[in-house]
């Protein structure tokens, strides 16, 4: 990935020799832009073929950080920066977007659902800036409509449910009721620790119970989720 074209090797940018955040990622955004040009498999990429890289270094950022390895956590958030300069790149090539309008973006995203902080709201605990980050997220121009119209459908499976059992609850209806489910009677442990851990042995036996029947549990709770979603909200 590293092939260049062109008269002769390509010079990166210099890194500014006293550092600075602004100067640092301006070499960044121009090397990126050196590799779209010069790299044969820069060239070639597109959004379908970037994003399953950008989910990959996604979930090598989360075992990172959940690992505690800071040094491996600091590489990897490197290359995910990487992607987000290569993705807006190419919003920039169609006339969309550019970096600037996206640190823009994100910069007022930020301030708007801080009320508490910017503003005169009151937050005082996580779950009310939770509640608060969410309404005014409903309220925000452009935003998809329908019950699950934020929630993104390449979500991993179990993610993708809990998210959806979230709006329907949000909604005042019970989760299970649309798929004509009951709650198991299953109950797990008064005490938080050991029912983080009869769950986490409950989801690994259905999982291997899958594997015996050579079922794909992912695609399983996946079409179980398609359902709830069609059966909320129809629209």
Request: proline share 6%.
């Amino acid at each position: 990935m590293t092939t260049s074209e062109g008269d002769g090797p390509a010079v990166p940018p210099a890194l500014p020799a006293e550092g600075g955040v602004a100067e640092t990622l301006v070499a960044l955004d121009q090397l990126v832009r050196q590799l779209r040009e010069r790299c044969p498999w820069d060239r070639d990429q597109d959004e379908r073929s970037i994003v399953p890289h950008t989910l990959d270094e996604a979930y090598e950022v989360a075992d990172a950080a959940m690992a505690g390895e800071d040094d491996h956590l600091a590489d990897e958030l490197g290359d995910l920066l990487f992607q987000v300069f290569f993705l807006t790149m190419l919003l920039e090539e169609r006339g969309v977007s550019s970096l600037e309008e996206v640190a823009t973006l994100l910069f007022k995203k930020l301030v708007r659902r801080h009320p508490h902080v910017f503003g005169e709201a009151e937050a005082n605990t996580a779950g009310e800036v939770r509640s608060t980050w969410e309404q005014i997220k409903r309220g925000e121009a452009g935003r998809k409509g329908g019950l699950f119209g934020e929630v993104p459908e390449l979500l991993p499976a179990l993610l993708l449910a809990r998210k959806s059992q979230r709006r329907v609850a949000h909604a005042g209806q019970d989760p299970l009721e649309p798929l004509g489910l009951e709650a198991s009677e299953r109950q797990l442990p008064a005490d938080d620790t050991a029912a983080f851990r009869a769950l986490g042995d409950d989801l690994y036996v259905l999982v291997d119970a899958a594997r015996r029947r050579g079922l794909d549990p992912e695609l399983a709770l996946r079409a179980t989720t398609a359902r709830l979603r069609a059966s909320a909200d129809p629209t």
